[in-house]
């Protein structure tokens, strides 16, 4: 029984021990010197910073705001062929940053814009140009995901911090029945563009 006891005694001492190791501060590295003439006493910290990879990307308005391009043809240009520039806004501002190489950028469409009545308008009718080359903008395509466009990094060997204004026209070459083609996510009109890091 007393063995027991001890054995208990020491087992509780050993842990309280081990506690209070484990609250005491790191010890830095010291270095004692003595002597007569010139003294030198040497120590070492290493020093290391930890970035996360991530990736930022916004086109149009900042936030949770998903922005309307929309076309308002004139009666008189229907299927005539003349662009139509985006008639409620001018371009669209678009950022890009990341930090870990060459980032991968589509755009992803449901199917053709439909005024809900079965008459269609292709995503082949909207014409996109981009004031910076280097952030170019995917070439949609109905109901599917576009082919990719890859923006190199600008700030070093890795880092994207890449701006530019996006432009819209609608190319208006075919006669279609009136009505509104897509909207506000309805019709096939919401596109979802996707910048991807490996």
């Known amino acids: 029984m007393t063995n027991r006891r001890s054995f208990r005694g020491l087992a509780a001492a050993c842990l309280a021990s081990l506690g209070l190791l484990a609250i005491l501060p790191a010890q830095a590295e010291s270095d004692f010197q003595t002597g007569a003439g010139a003294l030198n006493a040497n120590a070492r910290l290493d020093f290391r910073v930890v970035v996360p990879k991530f990736i930022r990307f916004q086109v149009g308005s ?3 705001t998903v ?10 240009n229907v299927g005539d062929g003349s662009d139509i520039a985006r008639t409620n806004g001018g ?3 678009v950022l890009l940053q990341s930090n870990n190489g060459n980032v991968s950028l589509t755009g992803t469409t449901l199917g053709q814009l ?7 308008i292709s995503f082949s009718e909207i014409l996109s140009t981009s004031s910076d080359p280097n952030l170019n903008v995917p070439t949609l395509v109905d109901g ?18 890449r701006t530019a204004n996006w432009s819209f026209a609608y190319s208006n ?3 279609v029945g009136s009505g509104s083609y897509g909207g506000l996510n309805v019709n096939n009109g919401r596109v979802t563009y996707t910048a991807s890091l490996p």
């Open 62 to 64: 900042a936030g949770a």
């Open 67 to 76: 922005d309307l391009v929309e076309f308002s043809v004139p009666a008189a």
């Open 91 to 93: 371009v669209v501002p």
């Open 114 to 120: 439909n005024n809900g009545a079965g008459e269609n």
């Open 144 to 161: 599917a995901t576009s082919a990719a466009v890859t923006v190199t990094p600008n700030v070093g060997a890795r880092v994207v911090n």
């Open 173 to 175: 070459t075919n006669f």
